[in-house]
């Protein structure tokens, strides 16, 4: 029993993000929760490692059940946090001088909320409907409102780049990001413009509602705490978590889509990465080829395909690399390589930060 709490806990990292916001707003120091995730995020992989070759263990029922309810609880953990280092902020700072400190405060609310959104993402696939239903309501909080919406028609087109489903092998995230946008739009607003779209993914749908007046009733809550700063504030983070989840996307299906092997797209391919810190704090998000085969399967007993691509870094510095293009494809393309050489023998970074010198010598060896 005991062995098992310990790796039990690392879930718990999902609450590090909102206690990190209020911390900065204790400390007065904004940019703390950003700082940490681009800076010491990374380095994490160094201390935990990699998840073991054993895969997910068969849990205790007693922790298999607190696990379930784990996002359940972040769901009022993050709200309170970020309300409350809200008002401590407003009432800790004189009016102005808060615009100096929005840069700080704005990019870790996103980063927060952002990381917020890979719990959603974990409720919003459950049968239970209530659970589901949190997930909306929490998607709506961090900005997001549609993901419970746009998010299932993901998995029922795997690799459709048509309807940017995947992003094609030669466009960038910013093209991809604005034509993904543009179709989400269209599918949620337009008149019946899209070839795939159920009552239950269109703005019409009660979750969806609730999701959409969670993200007003949130903006309408930081412009009474904080004025037209905290409807700034929200509004620039919401742009940023919605540009963020297409962003996060693309890195989990770059080069994967129809356009590229459309042999093996039948139940979406995804990139996965196995550090067990990245798996603890987005719920197993990275582990998104497993993901895609079973999209049901609970965060707590996911591990790594055992022939899934594998990204040559974690998403914080992914994130980052994609923005520019040619870096993104340097870094890239030799992994794809790989892996459509290799696909049984996916590779690890172990304790390393990137599987970047792994990558090289093996490449140069006949598949």
């Given at each position: 029993m005991e062995r098992q709490w310990l790796p039990a806990a690392g879930y718990l990292m999902i609450f590090l993000m909102p206690a990190l916001f209020l911390l900065g707003a204790l400390l007065q120091e904004p940019w703390l929760a950003f700082g940490v995730a681009i800076l010491v995020f990374p380095l994490a992989r160094v201390v935990f490692g990699a998840i073991p070759a054993t895969g997910a263990p068969l849990w205790r029922e007693r922790i298999a059940t607190l696990l379930h309810r784990l996002p359940l609880a972040f769901a009022c953990v993050l709200p309170a946090c970020v309300l409350a280092a809200l008002v401590l902020t407003a009432r800790s700072q004189p009016a102005d001088s808060l615009g100096t400190m929005g840069l700080g405060l704005g990019l870790s609310l996103?980063?927060?909320?952002?990381?917020?959104?890979?719990?959603?993402?974990?409720?919003?696939?459950?049968?239970?409907?209530?659970?589901?239903?949190?997930?909306?309501l929490l998607a709506g909080f961090c900005g997001y409102p549609v993901l419970g919406?746009?998010?299932?028609?993901?998995?029922?087109?795997?690799?459709?780049?048509?309807?940017?489903?995947?992003?094609?092998?030669?466009?960038?995230?910013?093209?991809?990001?604005?034509?993904?946008?543009?179709?989400?739009?269209?599918?949620?607003?337009?008149?019946?413009?899209?070839?795939?779209?159920?009552?239950?993914?269109?703005?019409?749908?009660?979750?969806?509602?609730a999701a959409l007046l969670a993200t007003a009733l949130t903006w309408i809550g930081f412009t009474i705490v904080a004025g037209a700063l905290g409807?700034?504030?929200?509004?620039?983070?919401?742009?940023?978590?919605?540009?963020?989840?297409?962003?996060?996307?693309?890195?989990?299906?770059?080069?994967?889509?129809?356009?590229?092997?459309?042999?093996?797209?039948?139940?979406g391919r995804g990139w996965e990465d196995d550090?067990?810190?990245?798996?603890?704090?987005?719920?197993?998000?990275s582990l998104h080829d497993q993901h895609h085969r079973d999209s049901r399967r609970p965060f707590y007993r996911i591990?790594?395909?055992?022939?899934?691509?594998?990204?040559?870094?974690?998403?914080?510095?992914?994130?980052?690399?994609?923005?520019?293009?040619?870096?993104?494809?340097?870094?890239?393309?030799?992994?794809l390589e790989y892996w459509l050489s290799n696909p049984a023998s996916p590779l690890s970074a172990g304790h390393g930060l990137t599987c970047f010198g792994l990558r090289e010598p093996r490449l140069k060896t006949p598949a």
């Open positions: 996103w980063m927060t909320l952002l990381f917020g959104t890979c719990v959603a993402h974990e409720l919003v696939h459950r049968r239970d409907k209530r659970h589901a239903l949190v997930g909306n919406s746009e998010h299932l028609a993901h998995h029922a087109r795997p690799g459709d780049t048509h309807l940017a489903e995947y992003p094609r092998k030669d466009e960038s995230v910013w093209t991809f990001a604005g034509r993904r946008m543009k179709r989400i739009a269209v599918e949620l607003l337009g008149p019946g413009a899209s070839t795939w779209r159920p009552a239950a993914q269109s703005l019409t749908a009660p979750r969806t509602r409807m700034a504030l929200y509004l620039a983070a919401m742009l940023g978590v919605v540009f963020g989840v297409q962003l996060i996307t693309y890195i989990q299906h770059w080069g994967l889509g129809d356009d590229s092997i459309p042999g093996r797209v039948a139940c550090c067990r810190f990245q798996a603890w704090v987005t719920l197993g998000l591990d790594p395909s055992p022939d899934s691509p594998r990204l040559p870094a974690g998403y914080v510095l992914l994130m980052f690399a994609s923005l520019v293009p040619p870096l993104w494809r340097r870094v890239m393309a030799p992994a």
